[in-house]
């Protein structure tokens, strides 16, 4: 549907308040498993509730089309008390969150999200959920192979990449690390789970983390529905593990929706 259409469509509904709760109405119909959606009044701006299962957090988005990552990223690993965790690619930190309850105050989050203003926008729904664990950790990095300065496009969306030149983005220069080197010089020396939506650069990222596999024995969740230099990430993705002989398992979800699961929950 191209944007004049949707002008004009959008002229006829209502705006504010009452649009969100039309929304609402509609999501919840249709609402996922073990997900539900609600609306907190009483503060500046719309702020939105999510239920899942039993962890119910607050975010500025509404989460009615992308509440069921909780679902998927969690299809073969639960992040539980006490774990340590990484985010890649944590985009307005709606997983991080979400993350941070369950491993509890004896847990760890990273969340690894170069963009600047999505680092904002995480800080924000983190700020909106003081009740759970002070257990994140948000780390302004880029995930790759080596250790350098990384040309990144800046978009504020879930489109920034230093693989892919989405619309309206700038360039800047971004630290990106292994999460070999990151491990040593952070001392981390228990890791359970690494959710990865990082725009392309997965297979990068995975290079840069042959040791902390061997050492450490991560769960994954990779995002491998990219398509890089014509081909989709999943192959690359399932090829890497291949060859190190890892548990591995690619599952596809909704339309395109193509995670890749690695690890010992795979067993």
Request: some cysteine.
């Given at each position: 549907?191209?944007?004049?259409?949707?002008?004009i469509i959008?002229f006829f509904?209502?705006?504010g308040?009452?649009?969100d709760k039309?929304?609402?109405f509609?999501?919840?119909?249709?609402k996922?498993?073990n997900?539900?959606?609600?609306?907190k009044?009483g503060?500046?701006?719309?702020?939105y509730?999510t239920t899942?299962?039993?962890?119910?957090?607050?975010?500025?988005?509404a989460?009615?089309?992308?509440?069921?990552?909780?679902n998927y990223?969690q299809?073969?690993?639960?992040?539980k008390?006490g774990?340590?965790?990484i985010?890649?690619?944590a985009?307005?930190g709606?997983?991080t969150v979400l993350?941070?309850a369950?491993a509890g105050q004896?847990?760890?989050?990273?969340?690894?999200e170069?963009?600047?203003?999505?680092i904002k926008?995480?800080?924000?729904?983190?700020a909106?959920?003081?009740n759970?664990p002070?257990?994140?950790?948000i780390?302004e990095?880029?995930?790759?192979?080596e250790?350098k300065?990384i040309g990144f496009y800046e978009a504020g969306?879930?489109a920034?990449s230093?693989?892919?030149?989405?619309d309206d983005a700038?360039c800047v220069?971004?630290?990106?690390v292994?999460i070999?080197?990151?491990c040593e010089?952070?001392?981390?020396?228990?890791?359970?789970?690494i959710?990865?939506?990082?725009?392309?650069?997965?297979?990068?990222?995975?290079?840069?983390c042959k040791?902390?596999i061997?050492e450490?024995?991560?769960?994954f969740?990779i995002?491998?529905?990219?398509m890089?230099n014509?081909?989709m990430?999943?192959i690359?993705?399932?090829?890497?593990f291949?060859?190190?002989?890892?548990?591995?398992?690619t599952?596809?979800?909704?339309?395109?929706?193509?995670i890749?699961f690695?690890?010992?929950a795979?067993?």
């Amino acid at each position: 549907m191209n944007k004049k259409v949707k002008k004009i469509i959008s002229f006829f509904f209502p705006k504010g308040i009452l649009k969100d709760k039309i929304k609402l109405f509609f999501y919840n119909a249709l609402k996922p498993k073990n997900i539900s959606f609600g609306l907190k009044t009483g503060l500046p701006g719309t702020i939105y509730r999510t239920t899942y299962k039993d962890i119910t957090l607050f975010t500025h988005e509404a989460l009615y089309h992308i509440a069921d990552d909780f679902n998927y990223y969690q299809h073969f690993y639960n992040v539980k008390d006490g774990d340590v965790v990484i985010d890649a690619g944590a985009n307005c930190g709606h997983l991080t969150v979400l993350f941070s309850a369950y491993a509890g105050q004896n847990g760890k989050v990273y969340a690894f999200e170069p963009d600047s203003i999505n680092i904002k926008r995480i800080s924000e729904n983190m700020a909106l959920n003081e009740n759970f664990p002070k257990n994140i950790r948000i780390e302004e990095l880029l995930l790759w192979n080596e250790n350098k300065k990384i040309g990144f496009y800046e978009a504020g969306t879930v489109a920034s990449s230093a693989i892919y030149v989405p619309d309206d983005a700038k360039c800047v220069q971004k630290d990106a690390v292994t999460i070999d080197s990151w491990c040593e010089t952070n001392n981390i020396g228990r890791l359970d789970f690494i959710k990865m939506d990082i725009e392309g650069a997965e297979i990068e990222a995975l290079d840069g983390c042959k040791k902390t596999i061997a050492e450490l024995s991560p769960n994954f969740a990779i995002a491998s529905y990219h398509m890089v230099n014509g081909e989709m990430t999943y192959i690359k993705v399932e090829d890497f593990f291949r060859r190190l002989d890892y548990p591995f398992k690619t599952v596809r979800f909704r339309g395109n929706e193509i995670i890749t699961f690695a690890g010992p929950a795979i067993k």
